[in-house]
Nanobody
């Protein structure tokens, strides 16, 4: 079974930064598109960024460009999401998801329903 474990969420002041982590098995890391999503109560999951680590290929949603950086570290099979200049609107549960690596080469990475494997999420709270 595919497992994904997020960490790094916290309560921070606006203007701060966080680096979220998504750790996974080597096989998942090497063969999948790994996407970051976020969700607030009552809303659908929103795609933020994705990476195919072994390429590497990175993609971002329009709203994520500039403040969000997705990266990966082969040594520990972990994908990261760096968020800078945090704003209260960034408050959400952040999830990582994994599925076919080809998703990272089309807009499929933005379609939450296509991803079969999800982590448990990590809470980011930004106060003004």
């Amino acid at each position: 079974a595919v497992w994904l474990v997020e960490s790094g969420g916290a309560s921070v002041q606006a203007g701060g930064a966080l680096k979220l982590s998504c750790k996974m098995h080597r096989t998942t890391y090497n063969n999948n598109c790994i996407a970051w999503y976020r969700q607030t109560p009552g809303k659908e999951r929103e795609a933020v960024a994705a990476i195919y680590p072994v390429a590497p290929r990175t993609v971002y949603s329009g709203s994520a460009k500039g403040r969000f950086t997705v990266s990966s570290l082969n040594a520990n099979y972990t994908v990261y999401l760096q968020i800078n200049s945090l704003q209260p609107d960034d408050t959400a549960i952040y999830y990582c998801a994994a599925d076919q690596h080809r998703f990272c080469y089309s807009d499929d990475w933005k379609k939450a329903g296509l991803f079969q494997s999800w982590g448990q999420g990590t809470q980011v709270t930004v106060s003004s």
